[in-house]
């Protein structure tokens, strides 16, 4: 092999004295001997370095090479044979430059991959002398590589803080949020602790894609995400096999003119990072390997396309220059640089096709213990940390908004800033989003004001009234942008709203990217959207020639799936004729509309009349209050209802959510009441609403006014532990609590144990899917055994052992009401078994047991059986995914001979063989009343079950 690169002889014998692996007796490093090393392994650096240049550039620019030296070499015919003459070159000018030649492998990976196995052999370490002398790349694709990684540390390893002038480290400050992987059908598969699982193979919906489809609410943290992931990969920390990365807002796509067209290569050089030399190769070379290419795009939703996006023709040239929104879809769809990876993120509720989709995850913000996590890294100190935590804590809504990233950002630097004013109780005064969001203008407007010696600062109307013209200026600028859905700004945009240097200076509006590409003008934007839509709100409020019919329009704008009752909008002067949807549905408007109701509050009352006329503010909120009373009425009167378990159940839409916000925002005891009495419906399913802990505030200040008994079902949310403690005003008036798949904790279940036994009106708790252990159980063993109206309890797939399940078998025991007990997927073992046969024995209303994956061997098994001979009441009995055996089958056939109230037997994937078929089909024969017993799943094979096929009972 060595020959047919050189016929050397003298060389071929050289060459071939190692090979990688060889079993001779290598050199130590250890004892300096690198001319050696690199003589007894010539033949692997003669096969694996495939680039010279970079080598010989370096030993020149460290003058250990001269350059006619260097020249000579290049002048090899063969690459083989310039390695050859490097490395005599090498060996003879000595120990350190043969050093310094390791080092240059060492520390450019990128180009010599394939050696990092024989320098990690050889336990290649650089000493301090050589360490001092750097290593330039001169790989182009690797120079540029080098550079995105640059750039992207660059701009991601700060997080622009509420003051302008203070950047704070991003790994100061970056705390996890909950991740929930989610199916095609919106079902939980599970949470995501590591950013690389992000990227992994597990729950993939189409293994065709390469998007992986982030979701979330406004503000919990989708642009830091990206940002975290953008840093990680910069310092090589994640997705070591991804060699290009770019990132794009997608709001950038809109500051495009219809005419406008580019290529593929100008969107990814210059609104990204430039090559330095040879762009052709490079672009060249990201064809070739698109699965080397990870895009991060940003805010999916405020992608603004006049067609369907079906209608977007299909381009697969890269050359072709077209729109840059086209080029955007034709990445995702995968007809430009297929295979490349995407980590698309968007707001809750927008639709992608599953075509396009690989994975999907939605973003849940902060649970308690991200939380304290984040509350540590903001305070150092530990009595500050539990002092901000106490103080919280104390305002449950307070804490319940902490669960969003961006609200717990601007509650911390509040109560930074009240801290250190020496006044940080006056965080415990505020209760909304609005007041939050008055309370960081505030804050931002006093830094901006001078003080003298007494450095108190002024009261919030002071503050107000003295920057009245600014705040003026900001909001008809945010209002203008939101009634267009534009989001960021161009000068002339700036110059023509009058924003001045100073205004920028408040640190509202930062500055966005340089998108012509040139660098020639500065674009803008506000610090967040739902920032903008606090200043539109407030100039919706302030300004005199807004009018209520002006006001209310957001309003009727706000969801196009709602009709807006004409009779109402008339009656605040609102004409009909003129109405033009001109808005798609969409969280800006909708937050427009909270903080519009928080500023149109009494409670705000004292604070506007120094900004505008009362009898304004006055009109606009009556014409508030009146249009939200009839809101909720009409939601849930043009909603389906059905009738389920003796109750009139409505499945309201997430509009109800965002009503429910708007009436809490107004702080309005009459206005809830009005709502209130607008819930036609005694049950109301609010499952996969997105609600959040906050939300259970919102919702318990209407259910609390009503006058009569309602059921609650809000599964599939993540409203967690403080969302439970919401939801106590409301305790009084529920007969069904269900909060299956919320991250509910032992601390959750000891506030429904305090406030359920309290009225003891509750009929069915569900709490499936959340995170209660064995603590939690005994406060679930007291609801069930002091409120005797409860006949139904959900509590699987939580984290019970066979402690907590002997405490919920006794107090079932005790229930001579209770009918259904759901437990499947705890681990409550063969002794949680004999506790629940204890309780079923002679049981007189139980009528379904599940107490599938719990980890039940023959012993449990057996004691189960027993049971069931003394039972009269159970129909249903759910023992799937077990450890029962033949033994256990031959008791349950005995069980069965006398049982003639059971009608539905599954023992699905147990260890049962066609034996304990055989005692469970003859017991069959002996009785008419049982409709089924499972046995799918079991050892027994499609033979075996040929013979059973004649009793159609029994399920194979």
């Known amino acids: 092999m060595v020959e047919a690169y050189d016929s050397s002889a003298q060389d071929a014998n050289m060459d071939g004295e190692c090979q990688l692996g060889s079993k001779q007796q290598m050199p130590s490093i250890s004892a300096h001997s690198f001319t050696k090393v690199l ?25 250990y090479i001269s350059l006619e030296e260097a020249e000579l070499s290049q002048q090899q015919p063969t690459q083989a044979a310039k390695v050859r003459q490097i490395l005599d070159l090498v ?36 000493s301090e002398h050589i360490q001092a002398k750097s290593v330039i790349i001169t790989d182009n694709v690797l120079q540029y590589i080098q550079k995105i990684r640059q750039d992207l540390r660059q701009d991601t390893r700060f997080v622009t803080s509420y003051v302008r002038k203070e950047d704070i480290l991003l790994d100061d400050t970056y705390t996890d949020t909950v991740m929930e992987v989610i199916n095609a059908v919106n079902e939980i598969k599970g949470t995501i602790t590591d950013l690389e699982d992000l990227f992994s193979d597990a729950e993939i919906i189409n293994e065709d894609a390469k998007t992986v489809f982030v979701t979330g609410d406004a503000g919990v943290g989708k642009t830091i995400l990206l940002q975290r992931v953008q840093n990680l990969w ?72 006049d067609d369907d996006l079906n209608d977007i023709p299909d381009i697969s040239s890269p050359f072709e220059p077209t729109h840059p929104v086209a080029l955007l879809l034709n990445l995702l769809r995968g007809k430009l640089l297929k295979g490349s990876m995407k980590l698309l993120t968007a707001r809750t509720g927008t639709d992608l096709p599953l075509r396009m989709v690989r994975k999907r995850v939605a973003l849940k913000g902060f ?113 203008r942008g939101i009634e267009n859905n534009n989001f960021i700004f161009s000068q002339e945009q700036m110059t023509e709203a009058n924003i001045s240097e100073e205004d920028l200076k408040l640190g509202f509006i930062k500055t966005a990217c340089h ?27 302030v300004d005199e020639d807004i009018s209520a019919r002006e006001a209310i329009k957001f309003f009727a704008k706000c969801d196009r799936h709602m009709k807006v009752d004409s009779l109402l909008l008339r009656c605040v002067g609102y004409n009909m004729n003129h109405r033009k949807e001109t808005f798609e549905t969409s969280e800006h408007l909708q937050f427009t509309t909270l903080f519009l109701c928080g500023l149109l509050s009494k409670a705000k009352r004292d604070l506007f009349k120094h900004l505008s006329s009362t009898g304004g503010v006055q009109r606009k909120r009556s014409a508030l209050k009146t249009y939200l009373a009839d809101r909720v009425k009409t939601h849930l009167k ?43 419906a005694d049950y109301i399913k609010l499952t996969f609403c997105n609600a959040f802990s906050a939300d259970c505030s919102a919702i318990a200040n209407i259910l609390r006014h009503r006058k009569t008994s309602i059921a609650l079902e809000m599964d599939n949310n993540n409203i967690n532990d403080y969302g439970v403690k919401e939801l106590i005003p409301c305790f009084h008036n529920l ?19 305090e406030e359920l036994t309290k009225y003891k009106i509750i009929r069915f708790l569900g709490l499936y899917w959340n995170q209660i252990t064995d603590v939690g159980a005994q406060d679930v063993a007291r609801i069930v055994e002091e409120c005797p109206s409860l006949h139904t309890l959900k509590i699987g797939l939580n984290k019970l052992t066979s402690e907590g399940g002997k405490l919920i078998a006794q107090a079932i025991k005790k229930n001579k009401g209770f009918r259904d007990i759901g437990m499947w997927g705890n681990q409550i073992g063969d002794v949680g078994a004999v506790a629940f046969a204890d309780a079923l024995r002679n ?100 033979e075996e079950a040929k013979a059973f096929g004649n009793e159609k009972r029994l399920i194979l």
């Open 234 to 305: 910069s310092k090589g920390e994640i997705r070591a096999d991804i060699k290009f990365f770019f990132k794009f807002r997608c709001r950038m796509f809109n500051s495009f003119k219809e005419e406008d067209k580019i290529s593929l290569r100008d969107l990814l050089f210059k609104y990204n990072c430039y090559p330095d030399k040879d762009a052709d190769e490079i672009f060249s070379y990201i064809r070739q390997h698109p699965a080397t290419v990870l895009f991060t795009l940003d805010g999916f939703d405020e992608l603004h396309v």
């Open 515 to 541: 998108y012509d590409g040139c660098g020639n003008q500065s674009t803008y934007e506000f610090l967040h959207l739902t920032l903008q839509s606090f200043f539109t709100a407030f100039v919706l409020v």
């Open 638 to 680: 043009n909603l389906p209802s059905s009738p389920y378990q003796g109750f009139c159940r409505v499945q309201v839409l997430p509009q109800f959510i965002w009503l429910a916000r708007y009436i809490f925002e107004t702080q309005s005891e009459a206005v809830a009441n009005l709502a209130a009495r607008g819930i036609c």
């Open 39 to 63: 003589k007894f392994h010539r033949e692997v650096l003669v096969g694996r370095i495939t680039n010279t240049e970079c080598v010989l550039n370096n030993l020149l620019k460290h003058k």
């Open 843 to 942: 049981h007189p209303s139980i009528q379904e047991i599940s107490l599938a994956a719990n980890g039940i061997s023959t012993v449990g098994g057996k004691s189960l059986a027993e049971a069931l001979k003394d039972n009269s009441s159970l129909e249903i009995f759910w023992l799937t995914e077990n450890r029962l055996t033949d033994e256990a089958a031959f008791m349950f056939a005995e069980a069965v001979r006398v049982n003639k109230k059971l009608l539905h037997l599954w023992l699905i994937n147990n260890k049962i063989t066609a034996v304990g078929a055989n005692y469970l089909l003859e017991a069959l024969n002996e009785n008419t009343i049982i409709q089924e017993i499972c046995l799918n799943g079991n050892a027994i094979s499609a």
């Open 367 to 479: 649970s308690k213990e991200h939380l304290r996590g984040y509350l540590k890294k903001c305070f150092k100190n530990k009595a500050d940390q539990s002092l901000v935590l106490t103080q919280l804590e104390a305002n449950p809504h307070l804490c319940s908004l902490c669960s969003v990233p961006l609200f717990c950002w601007i509650i911390v630097k509040c109560y930074e800033h009240f801290q250190s004013t020496s006044s940080p109780q006056r965080l415990l005064d505020h209760i909304t989003l609005t007041d939050i969001y008055l309370l960081m203008l505030e804050v931002f407007l006093n830094h901006s004001i001078k003080r003298g010696l007494n450095k108190q600062s002024n009261s919030q109307k002071e503050t107000f009234k003295a920057k009245k013209c600014v705040l003026m200026r900001l909001g008809k600028l945010a209002r």
């Open 91 to 126: 060996q003879s000018k000595g120990e350190e430059t043969a050093e310094y030649f390791l080092h240059i492998l060492y520390q450019a990976n990128e180009i010599y991959p394939d050696l990092a196995p024989w320098l990690k052999e050889i336990q290649y370490q650089p």
């Open 735 to 753: 007969t069904v609590v269900r909060l299956s798949v919320n991250q509910v904790t032992d601390d959750g279940v000891k506030v429904l144990a």
